[in-house]
Structures are given as structure tokens and as C-alpha cells.
């Protein structure tokens, strides 16, 4: 049964070629069972294709557009930051923080016993904390070392965050 | 009044600034939009929301659409997309959405009102209320089949689908709107006597 209706299906939807198309035709005119068939889908193909169509509710055009005109006023307020600007400045501190990095990674003495003579350059009076015993090569390694896992943290939020908005649109 | 120009023609006016022909192509193409939406969320306000947001996106990436298929098959296309992503955020599990027990509460749910009223009803209302019971892609297809003005090709580019297997599904489509037609009439009729 279900091949007699998907090929009235077809026939009724016109994606027979016409040999097919003349071969139901003969079809529907000599065998009850197809001629019965063909009148069942033909009357259900007519009241499919009388589906009515839901209303939206009034507004809602003006609504889209609303949407739209609000999203539109908000990009000229995210333009008027050029993101050049930011990323200039951003660059400035990092090539000045990374010179004084290698200037106080190169000028230090990593044997961990003196450390350069700050205390010439200040007043006489100003005594500078000793924190020479506290500053050794392992302290920095760890240093360095949390400020990877923090910039890998920060990269990963950043990454699913991403992510996230991706799969929202 | 609706705007005469076709789409593309309303298409190149957004493009060239002009906002109020996005209006006229939003009401030309809102109600089958909407409809579409329906058969997904089952609410008029997300069925609503998710309309809308499909006109904004399409809004959005208009200057993309490459104006080698109909606007509307690349309009049905995002609400499809966008829709079915609604679908995943309300985590409603489509494939169980068919089974015997959610029909049976969808047909319990809509008994209720049967009896009181069966005399007034409309073939069409049945039709409609069969339409509801179907899963959100069988009744995409008959809807874009039947009110889309859509080929079979058209309806495969909108659902990301070969046309064979949207021809396929579309049969199947029907055999089962007809099962919960019948039974929804069936069960009418029991009502009746």
C-alpha cells in the first residue's frame, strides 16, 4: 500500500517523468484500488494545502525594528572606541614593562649574593628594606611560572567565552 | 499597505540605507515566519521571540545573502537554524517528542475542550491540531511544502537536506498527519455519539 501512495504522491506532486506520469494515469482509470487511492490523497493533498497561517501579534514588525534601530544606536558607541587606540596603548605598556623586565632580569646578579647598590642613589636618610635574602632564583622561576598558568587561565575564559557566544548566535 | 517591489528589489533599498523597506520585507514574510517558529515552540511568545530574532539575524547578514536562492528559502533557512537551536536550549529531546505517551497527553490535554465544543469545529482546526501533534520537522516540511511556495530543492537548501530525503521525509510527513488526523476526527466522533 505504501508504494501505491508514494507513487500517487509523486504523481499528484508532478515529479514523475512523463512515461510514469502516462503509466498511473492508466493506472488510475483501470484498477479500482488506485482510482480509490488517487481520490483519498488528491482530497487530503487539498486540505493540506489549505493550512492557515498563525498571525504574529500586531507589534511586531515595529518590534524588529525597534530590535534593530536599538542594536544599530549601540555600535556607533562601540566604534567611537578605536580599537587601534587600545591596542597601541596596550602595546606601549607591554614593550615598556618587557624592556624594564629584561633590564631587571639583566642587571641582576642571579649568583643570590649582592644585589646592585640602590642605596647610593636614594637620601641618606632613606633606609632601604633589605629584601636581598628574599629575592633567590627559585622565587623567580616561580614567578614567572604562576604568570604563565595565569595568562593560560585568562586565554582558556577568553577561548570558552567565546565559545559560548559562538554557540549562541 | 504592502510594498509591490520584490524582495530583492526591497533588498537593495536596506542595503542602500533606507530601513523602511526592511519593514515592508518583515511584514511580507512575518506570518509564515511565525508559523514556522510555532511548529517549533508551541507558545505564541517564544514562537515570537525566535521570529523576531530570525529577522534581526537576517537583517544582519543581508549584505551576505548571495541572491542565488530565493530570499525567502535563505530567510527559512536561519529560522530553521535558529529555531533548532531554540529547541537545544530548551533541551526538549525531539526525538521522544513523537512517541505514544506525549500524544496521548497532547490528545488528553485537548479532549477537554472536544467535548464542549466539537460541534462548532472546523475540519481546518482539526487539521491544525493534528499539525501540533507532529514533530517540529514533519510539520516544518508540510508547512514549507504547502504555504512555503517552496520545491523540494529549495525546502532541502533551507533544511540543509538532499532533495531525495526531503521528498522521503515529506511522504512520511503525510502518512503521519493523516494517522492523527483520522484519529483526532476518530476521536470526535466517538465524542459525539
Redesign the interface.
Given at each position: 500500500m505504501n508504494n501505491i501512495?508514494?507513487t500517487l504522491?509523486n504523481y499528484i506532486d508532478g515529479?514523475c517523468t512523463p512515461d510514469e506520469q502516462r503509466a498511473i494515469s492508466t493506472l488510475i482509470a483501470s484498477d479500482e484500488a488506485y482510482r480509490l487511492k488517487y481520490q483519498e490523497l488528491l482530497a487530503?493533498n487539498k486540505?493540506?494545502?489549505?493550512?492557515?497561517?498563525?498571525?504574529?501579534?500586531m507589534a511586531?514588525?515595529y518590534?524588529?525594528?525597534e530590535?534593530?534601530?536599538t542594536?544599530q544606536a549601540q555600535v556607533p558607541l562601540k566604534a567611537a572606541i578605536n580599537k587601534r587606540i587600545i591596542l597601541g596603548i596596550a602595546l606601549f605598556f607591554v614593550i615598556t614593562l618587557t624592556g624594564f623586565l629584561i633590564y631587571a632580569l639583566g642587571s641582576m646578579d642571579w649568583s643570590g649574593q649582592s644585589m646592585p647598590d640602590l642605596a647610593a642613589k636614594v637620601p641618606a636618610n632613606f633606609k632601604v628594606p633589605d629584601i636581598s635574602s628574599h629575592i633567590s632564583k627559585p622565587l623567580v622561576e616561580g614567578f614567572m611560572f604562576f604568570d604563565v598558568v595565569l595568562a593560560l587561565f585568562l586565554f582558556d575564559t577568553y577561548l570558552r567565552r567565546k565559545n559560548i557566544s559562538r554557540?549562541?548566535? | 499597505m504592502q510594498s509591490k517591489l520584490s524582495d530583492i528589489e526591497l533588498i537593495d533599498q536596506v542595503l542602500a540605507g533606507n530601513q523602511a523597506a526592511y519593514a515592508d520585507l518583515v511584514k511580507r514574510h512575518q506570518r509564515f515566519v511565525f508559523t514556522l517558529a510555532m511548529r517549533f515552540a508551541k507558545g505564541r511568545e517564544d514562537a515570537e521571540e525566535i521570529a523576531q530574532d530570525c529577522f534581526i539575524k537576517a537583517y544582519r547578514s543581508l549584505a551576505s545573502f548571495q541572491r542565488q536562492s530565493k530570499f525567502s528559502t535563505w530567510l527559512y533557512s536561519i529560522v530553521y537554524t535558529t529555531a533548532m537551536t531554540f529547541l537545544r536550549k530548551k533541551r526538549v529531546d525531539t526525538d521522544s517528542i513523537d512517541d505514544e505517551n506525549t500524544y496521548i497527553q497532547v490528545e488528553n490535554q485537548s479532549s477537554a475542550y472536544d467535548v464542549n465544543n466539537a460541534e462548532n469545529k472546523s475540519r481546518s482546526f482539526y487539521l491544525n491540531q493534528a499539525i501540533e501533534q507532529l514533530l517540529p520537522d514533519d510539520a516544518t516540511i508540510i508547512t514549507l511544502f504547502y504555504k512555503g511556495e517552496q520545491s523540494l530543492e529549495e525546502i532541502g537548501q533551507a533544511l540543509g537536506m538532499e532533495a531525495n530525503t526531503v521528498k522521503v521525509k515529506l511522504f512520511r510527513a503525510r502518512q503521519r498527519l493523516k494517522e492523527k488526523l483520522e484519529r483526532n476526527l476518530k476521536h470526535e466522533a466517538k465524542e459525539l455519539i
Open positions: 501512495e508514494e504522491w515529479n487530503l486540505e493540506f494545502a489549505a493550512i492557515e497561517l498563525e498571525e504574529p501579534s511586531f514588525t518590534n524588529v525594528i530590535a534593530i534601530r542594536e554557540q549562541a548566535n | -
